[in-house]
């Protein structure tokens, strides 16, 4: 599994991958933040989501995070299906990981066990992960979000436009993320020399 | 621009809630977000390489 080097002219893997993991497939709202990013309504009245914008972010998002102490980028998960897949890729990239129930003042308050000051923040869903997103947005760190074609986009400063909800495409966007990150570090030659799978992201039904 | 300035709307940024991080594509220019802006969602622009955001 290849990607250019050409960010003008190729996908970072072949666009029949992308279409069968659902990456693309949007939700039967949009939000009028997320208008530039879409790409069509099916006939079916689900929004599409432009998925040469979506691969575009991922380029944008790996050589964002690659300026980010490993340790200081927090990457956060709320609901079942982004666990595992945000967990692989904090994990793999040396990141650390809050999945499932975020608790408050994690951010704010240090007088928490899990009291931490990361620099960068990395939301699944600005919805189901919004005590995430407003104690970062407090703390004034930056914020990446996973943003489908329904999600309001306050407050995220940079939007990976996805289906954040199908297990296959977390899978796939979390997968995609930690090999561009890996890559924009140096860490991996090229993006062939990746060993993990989609698969070991996906979460288990 | 100042970097204490928001790249959107130009306001000086003072209270919490604001941002300044380096652009995400050319990690050249600084972008500055205040909190107004971030709540709305209002396009930001690297000066550096034209990125438009978020
Ligand atoms: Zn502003
Ligand atoms: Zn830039």
């Given at each position: 599994m290849e990607g250019?080097?050409?960010?003008?002219?190729?996908?970072?893997?072949?666009?029949?991958?992308?279409?069968?993991?659902g990456v693309h497939?949007?939700?039967?709202?949009?939000?009028?933040?997320?208008?530039?990013?879409?790409?069509?309504?099916?006939?079916?009245?689900?929004?599409v989501l432009d998925i040469q914008k979506t691969d575009d972010r991922i380029r944008g998002a790996g050589k964002f995070l690659a300026r980010y102490e490993p340790e200081q980028i927090?990457?956060?998960?709320?609901?079942?299906?982004?666990?595992?897949?945000?967990?692989?890729?904090?994990?793999?990239?040396?990141?650390?990981?809050?999945a499932g129930r975020f608790v408050p003042g994690t951010l704010t308050n240090?007088?928490?066990?899990?009291?931490?000051?990361?620099?960068?923040?990395?939301?699944?869903?600005p919805a189901a992960d919004q005590q995430a997103l407003k104690?970062?947005?407090?703390?004034?760190?930056?914020i990446i979000g996973l943003c489908d074609a329904?999600?309001?986009?306050?407050?995220?400063d940079f939007i990976i436009p996805t289906n954040n909800k199908g297990r296959r495409a977390l899978a796939?966007?979390?997968?995609?993320?930690?090999?561009q990150v890996l890559k924009e570090r140096g860490t991996l030659k090229d993006l062939s020399g990746f060993e993990l799978a989609v698969e070991d992201f996906e979460a288990t039904l | 621009m100042p970097d204490n300035r928001c790249s959107s709307c130009g306001v000086v940024?003072?209270?919490?809630?604001?941002?300044?991080?380096?652009?995400?594509?050319?990690?050249?220019?600084?972008?500055?977000?205040?909190?107004?802006?971030?709540?709305?969602?209002?396009?930001?622009?690297?000066?550096?390489c034209g990125f438009e955001g978020p």
């Open positions: 250019s080097e050409n960010p003008e002219e190729a996908l970072l893997i072949p666009e029949d991958q992308y279409l069968t993991s497939i949007g939700t039967q709202q949009k939000s009028a933040d997320m208008k530039p990013f879409i790409y069509k309504i099916r006939t079916d009245g689900l929004y927090l990457v956060v998960a709320a609901r079942q299906y982004g666990q595992k897949p945000a967990k692989v890729f904090a994990r793999t990239i040396g990141a650390k990981i809050f240090p007088d928490l066990p899990m009291f931490t000051e990361p620099d960068i923040i990395v939301v699944t869903d104690e970062a947005l407090n703390v004034g760190i930056p329904n999600n309001e986009t306050k407050f995220v796939m966007i979390y997968w995609l993320l930690t090999r | 940024m003072q209270r919490k809630g604001t941002a300044i991080f380096k652009c995400p594509a050319c990690g050249e220019g600084t972008i500055g977000r205040c909190t107004q802006c971030r709540d709305q969602s209002v396009p930001y622009k690297c000066e550096a």
